[in-house]
C-alpha cells in the first residue's frame, strides 16, 4: 500500500518561511515523479512544484524564485522549501507520487 504523508505546515508570518516535508512509503518503481499541489478555499488545486523522474524540476510562475523543491536520492522523502511567504500562499498542500498517489495535505496560514 501507497502512502504519502506531509508535515511541517503551520501558520507564519507575511514574509516568513516553512519547509514543508513528504514522506512516501510502498511505493518500490524508482523512476517516477513528485510534486507539490495546492488549494486555497473556493479554488481548485493548482500544481506548485515538480520534480521529474530524471530529477529535473518544474515550478508554477506564482512561486519561481521563492519555492525550492527537492527529494532525497531514494526518492522516498520530498521537501518544499518556502521562502518569502505572502497571504495568497495560504492554502491546504499536497504532495503527490507517480500521478496517482496523494497525501492528506498539510495546512499553511500566512498572516499579514
Known amino acids: 500500500q501507497v502512502t504519502l504523508v506531509e508535515?511541517?505546515?503551520g501558520p507564519v508570518e507575511s514574509g516568513g518561511s516553512l519547509t514543508l516535508a513528504c514522506k512516501m512509503s510502498g511505493y518500490t518503481d524508482g523512476y517516477y515523479a513528485m510534486g507539490w499541489f495546492r488549494q486555497a478555499p473556493t479554488k481548485e488545486r493548482e500544481g506548485v512544484a515538480a520534480i521529474y523522474g530524471g530529477g529535473g524540476t518544474k515550478y508554477a510562475d506564482?512561486?519561481?524564485g521563492g519555492?525550492?523543491?527537492?527529494?532525497?536520492?531514494?526518492k522516498t522523502m520530498m521537501t518544499l522549501e518556502m521562502n518569502t511567504l505572502k497571504p495568497e500562499d495560504t492554502a491546504m498542500y499536497f504532495c503527490k507520487a507517480s500521478g496517482k498517489y496523494w497525501g492528506r495535505g498539510t495546512q499553511v496560514t500566512v498572516s499579514s
Open 7 to 9: 508535515s511541517g505546515g
Open 62 to 64: 506564482s512561486v519561481t
Open 67 to 74: 519555492f525550492t523543491a527537492s527529494r532525497s536520492n531514494d
